[in-house]
């Protein structure tokens, strides 16, 4: 008989499948975008924005489209990812790294567009439903953000550019054949990998007797954030540390517009009547709390260490209601 032990693994394995898979698109992406003579800042602005929230969409998109009714992982992935790369990602980089300072002032779009974007998308779902309205609404808010991130190429000064572009400049760049097949078989394996996630998040869900959107909440957000924890550890050795902050905004920025409005012109999605209590507030308290943290542009270790136990608890509160 398929049990616990065998979704559990199903799940686990799905996950990280697909992180790495929606990597090696990435980078492929990149490659062959240069080589067809994209301006290389197009190419990283535009990697930048999806590639962080990619695994989260693609299971989104999945759920919505998946004959039982799994659109509930929705909003979780959203509520739960920005809660970790905010009280996780933040708390640990701002932790190890003692003090960090930041050269872009987060006042001018960067944290009021965060804060925005969280307070809008509570106002949306405290109803307890998501309307196609609701849905358009946050497709033009996406619109609205990739403009902006366009429009920073022509910022007069660094301390106009809150993400970090890491794309190879130089001209001409070839690819080989491999380029397009890895585009191809990766873009497939993350398909293939959403979908069974979405089905061990189901089974899971039925085996446990607890609601699907805990754990979108919580494993779920955990192991798509990881790889960012891992960027941002690395960061912090290679004196980049600024990077993680702005990928932190930008992400969650990116999740809540993308990673709600897309799915939402695909399919109905259902809002939980469990993450009205606790889960919706938190996320807009902790990005509230991260606004505050980083407006006078300079992240102490205490201030890591206060987003750390935020987080913590906030998984505890989620835990007991189970």
Same mark, same amino acid.
């Given at each position: 008989m398929i049990g616990l032990p065998f979704w559990s693994i199903i799940f686990f394995v799905t996950l990280v499948t697909l992180v790495i898979s929606a990597d090696f698109f990435i980078k492929s992406s990149e &490659?062959?975008?240069?080589a067809l003579g994209i301006p290389p800042f197009v190419v990283g602005v535009t990697l930048i924005a999806i590639g962080t929230s990619l695994p989260e969409l693609i299971t989104s998109v999945v759920a919505v489209l998946s004959k039982e009714n799994a659109s509930a992982i929705v909003p979780g992935n959203v509520i739960g990812?920005? /809660?970790?790369?905010? #009280?996780?990602?933040l708390g640990v980089v701002a932790f190890r790294a003692k003090k960090i300072k930041l050269e872009f002032d987060v006042l001018k779009v960067d944290g009021p567009m965060l804060v925005g974007a969280t307070f809008l998308l509570y106002l949306c779902l405290i109803d307890g439903n998501f309307t196609l309205f609701e849905g358009i609404v946050f497709c033009l808010g996406l619109i609205i953000y990739l403009a902006y991130i366009f429009s920073l190429r022509n910022a007069d000064s660094p301390e106009d550019i809150p993400i970090d572009i890491e794309v190879d400049e130089a001209e001409g760049q070839k690819?080989?054949?491999?380029?397009?097949? /890895?585009?191809?078989?990766?873009g497939?394996?993350?398909?293939?990998s959403a979908d069974y996630n979405v089905q061990s998040i189901q089974n899971l869900a039925n085996l446990l007797n607890i609601g699907k959107e805990f754990i979108a909440l919580t494993a779920v957000a955990l192991g798509t954030s990881l790889p960012e924890l891992?960027?941002?550890l690395v960061a912090i050795r290679t004196g980049n540390v600024e990077m993680?902050?702005?990928?932190?905004? #930008?992400?969650?920025?990116?999740?809540?517009?993308?990673?709600?409005? /897309?799915? &939402?012109?695909? #399919?109905h999605i259902e809002v939980p009547e469990t993450i009205l209590g606790t889960s919706l507030p938190a996320v807009l308290f902790i990005s509230i709390l991260c606004f505050v943290v980083v407006m006078d542009r300079k992240v102490n270790r205490w201030e890591g260490l206060v987003l750390l136990l935020f987080y913590i608890a906030i998984q505890g509160g989620l835990i007991a209601q189970v």
């Amino acid at each position: 008989m398929i049990g616990l032990p065998f979704w559990s693994i199903i799940f686990f394995v799905t996950l990280v499948t697909l992180v790495i898979s929606a990597d090696f698109f990435i980078k492929s992406s990149e &490659r062959i975008g240069l080589a067809l003579g994209i301006p290389p800042f197009v190419v990283g602005v535009t990697l930048i924005a999806i590639g962080t929230s990619l695994p989260e969409l693609i299971t989104s998109v999945v759920a919505v489209l998946s004959k039982e009714n799994a659109s509930a992982i929705v909003p979780g992935n959203v509520i739960g990812s920005n /809660i970790t790369n905010i #009280g996780l990602v933040l708390g640990v980089v701002a932790f190890r790294a003692k003090k960090i300072k930041l050269e872009f002032d987060v006042l001018k779009v960067d944290g009021p567009m965060l804060v925005g974007a969280t307070f809008l998308l509570y106002l949306c779902l405290i109803d307890g439903n998501f309307t196609l309205f609701e849905g358009i609404v946050f497709c033009l808010g996406l619109i609205i953000y990739l403009a902006y991130i366009f429009s920073l190429r022509n910022a007069d000064s660094p301390e106009d550019i809150p993400i970090d572009i890491e794309v190879d400049e130089a001209e001409g760049q070839k690819f080989s054949w491999k380029e397009p097949v /890895i585009l191809l078989v990766s873009g497939l394996v993350i398909y293939l990998s959403a979908d069974y996630n979405v089905q061990s998040i189901q089974n899971l869900a039925n085996l446990l007797n607890i609601g699907k959107e805990f754990i979108a909440l919580t494993a779920v957000a955990l192991g798509t954030s990881l790889p960012e924890l891992v960027v941002s550890l690395v960061a912090i050795r290679t004196g980049n540390v600024e990077m993680a902050v702005g990928n932190v905004i #930008g992400s969650n920025i990116f999740n809540i517009f993308a990673v709600m409005g /897309i799915p &939402r012109l695909i #399919g109905h999605i259902e809002v939980p009547e469990t993450i009205l209590g606790t889960s919706l507030p938190a996320v807009l308290f902790i990005s509230i709390l991260c606004f505050v943290v980083v407006m006078d542009r300079k992240v102490n270790r205490w201030e890591g260490l206060v987003l750390l136990l935020f987080y913590i608890a906030i998984q505890g509160g989620l835990i007991a209601q189970v």
